[in-house]
């Protein structure tokens, strides 16, 4: 015990206990008063606040003991909002020339020369004949069609990234008094 007294001594956390409450500790030693509680230390910056370490010295048959503490680092995964996105279907409309051939009937007069043989008696009244001509016109007609179909689904792209946060490991050193 007489050497590991000064060590606690040594200690700033022990021995501040004595420094500020040393008239109203019932108990003489340092190693006494943190017998049954443990006084936390000043906690370091971190990235995540995490719990002050507690230094806990304990007095058992064979010596007294001081717990010595390391802290462990696991990285936790969310889910945010990545943003959005909109598919949206929308009409253009474009004037398209398509060519096609039309027909039309037209007249031909032709005159052949007769060959003088004797006809019918001449009934000497007007002759009319009437021939239908007929034509072709273009009329557009317009007829809907899938002509590409869209699958939209959403994919998963990881990449691995570095998360870095502060870890603490209580060490100990051995101190003489001269």
């Not at 190693?31 to 230094?55: F, K, Y």
């Not at 945010?80 to 398209?96: F, I, L, T």
């Not at 003088?116 to 009244?125: F, K, R």
């Amino acid at each position: 015990m007489k050497l590991l007294l000064p060590l606690l001594l040594a200690i700033p956390l022990l021995a501040g206990c004595h420094t500020t409450h040393k008239k109203h500790c019932c108990k003489p030693t340092p190693l006494e008063c943190h017998e049954d509680r443990p006084v936390p230390t000043a906690p370091a910056p971190q990235t995540r606040s995490a719990p002050p370490m507690e230094t806990t010295v304990t007095n058992v048959a064979g010596g007294d003991t001081l717990e010595l503490k390391a802290e462990d680092m696991t990285v936790d995964k969310r889910t945010v909002s990545n943003g959005s996105v909109r598919v949206r279907k929308y009409v253009v409309s474009e004037q398209k020339s398509v060519p096609i051939e039309v027909c039309r009937e037209d007249y031909v007069v032709e005159r052949i020369p007769a060959s003088g043989a004797p006809t019918t008696p001449w009934g000497g009244g007007e002759v009319v004949i009437d021939i239908p001509l007929t034509r072709q016109t273009a009329t557009p007609v317009i007829t809907p069609r899938v002509y590409e179909t869209l699958r939209i689904r959403k994919t998963l792209d990881c990449v691995t990234e570095q998360v870095t946060g502060t870890v603490r490991t209580e060490k100990f050193e051995v101190l003489r008094n001269p």
